[in-house]
Structure formats: C-alpha cells, structure tokens
C-alpha cells in the first residue's frame, strides 16, 4: 500500500513537472509566433512603400530629401533583426511616412489620384495591423515574462531553456510632445 501511495506522489510530481515545462514551451512558441506576424506586417509595408514614393515623386520631384528618408528608413527597418533594433527602425519609418504623406498634402492633383489613394489607404490597413501585431506581441511576452518570474514556472524555466523576452517598444518622438490647441 505503501507503494503505491509513493509511486502516485510521484507520478503526480512529474505529471506536474511536465505541465509546467509544457506551459513555458507553448507561451514560448506563442512569443516566436506572434513575433513572426509583426515582421510579416513589417515586410507587407515596406513593400507597399516604394510605390507610394514612386507616386508620389510623379507629383512633387523636387521633394527628394524627404524621398531619401523614406528610402534609407526602408532599408533600415528591412535590415533589422533584433527586436530593439527593429522597434527603432520602425519609429524611424514611421516618422519618414509622416513626412512623406505631409508632402502629399501640398498636392492637391496628388490627393485626387486613384492610385495614390489607394496606397495610402491600403499603407493605412496594414498600420492598422501593424499596431495590432505589435500589441499580440507584447501581450504574449508580458504572459511569458510573468510565467519565467512567477512561481512554480520560474524553477523550471532554466531546464526549459525559456528566458524573459524583449517588448516591442516604438520610440516615437511625436507621441512624446503633447499637441498644440489654437483657437
């Protein structure tokens, strides 16, 4: 009787063990995964940018620093690999994009354009899920990073070879000023 009480215990330690280590793996795989879509949605708008530069030069040729900024940010955010290196290339692309569709305003043949509209509302739909791929991400590194600090999960996270993960932070000097109101 003996025996069987001892072989349940340990049984149910190791039944335990294993849903722990189990656990960290699936909210591992989930940060991968939800990181992968953020560089799908980061390459779905970095294609999308050279024909909205190539519009708009059709209108406003003589724009050309704010065409090479756009260009360099492109390469940049293309050529990141780690997550801080990409969340700073992304704000840079971004402010680019800024300037950029700034620069479309000044036209006003440029905003009637069909194919300019539809870039800017297609650039516009994948920002959208940018921004949502960014917060599936970070939300899936905050449950992770709960999990390797936390009781019981943190006493298996070393032997799951499972560490803290980086948030996708986007410095983005424009949503640090506060706006201006005139009346």
Request: net charge negative.
């Amino acid at each position: 009787m003996e025996i069987i009480i001892v072989l349940g215990v340990i049984a149910l330690v190791v039944l335990f063990f294993v849903a722990q280590y189990n656990r960290l793996i699936r909210l591992n795989i989930s940060v991968d995964e939800a990181w992968a879509q953020i560089e799908v949605q980061l390459k779905r708008r970095a294609d999308l940018i050279p024909n909205l530069v190539e519009t708009v030069k059709g209108y406003a040729a003589h724009e050309q620093s704010t065409f090479d900024a756009v260009v360099t940010a492109r390469a940049k955010a293309t050529t990141a690999s780690t997550v801080a290196d990409t969340a700073a290339a992304d704000g840079m692309l971004t402010q680019a994009l800024r300037g950029l569709l700034a620069v479309a305003e000044a036209y006003p043949d440029l905003k009637a354009s069909a194919n300019f509209i539809s870039l800017q509302e297609e650039l516009a739909t994948t920002e959208n899920k940018v921004a949502f791929s960014r917060q599936f991400y970070n939300d899936n590194v905050r449950e992770l990073n709960t999990a390797v600090k936390t009781v019981p999960t943190n006493f298996f996270a070393g032997f799951a070879k499972v560490t803290e993960r980086e948030f996708y932070e986007v410095e983005d000097p424009q949503d640090r000023k506060a706006p201006s109101v005139k009346f």
